[in-house]
């Protein structure tokens, strides 16, 4: 069964970092794209980055220079470095597996970060 555990969100002033992380299990992480999504209050979910087998980053406009993904194969975890935060940042952020290999994608439960004075 695929589980996908974020970690690392929390209440943080403007300006502030915060490091999510990712653990996963259940399927062979290494051969999959990973991605974090977020889901703002009473907004959709938007893509927020995604990190290749090759470990190929790309980032939304939104969060473009701010954030960074980056992922251990070894260790089976996918992390998202969040710096200069905004309150346009708050929202709960989603540790995800891309489809492939006749799977589905599949989204974790989330970590909660708040960014606020």
């Known amino acids: 069964e695929v589980q996908l555990v974020e970690s690392g969100g929390g209440l943080v002033q403007p300006g502030g970092s915060l490091r999510l992380s990712c653990a996963a299990s259940g399927f062979t992480f290494a051969i999959y794209t990973m991605k974090w999504v977020r889901q703002a209050p009473g907004k959709g979910l938007e893509w927020v980055s995604s990190?290749?087998?090759?470990?190929?980053?790309s980032y939304s406009d939104s969060v473009k220079g701010r954030f960074t993904i980056s992922r251990d194969n070894a260790k089976n975890m996918l992390y998202l470095q969040l710096n200069s935060l905004t309150t346009e940042d708050t929202a709960m952020y989603y540790c995800t597996k891309g489809a492939g290999y006749g799977t589905n994608e599949v989204r974790g439960q989330g970590t909660q970060v708040t960014v606020s004075s």
């Open positions: 990190i290749s087998v090759g470990a190929v980053t």
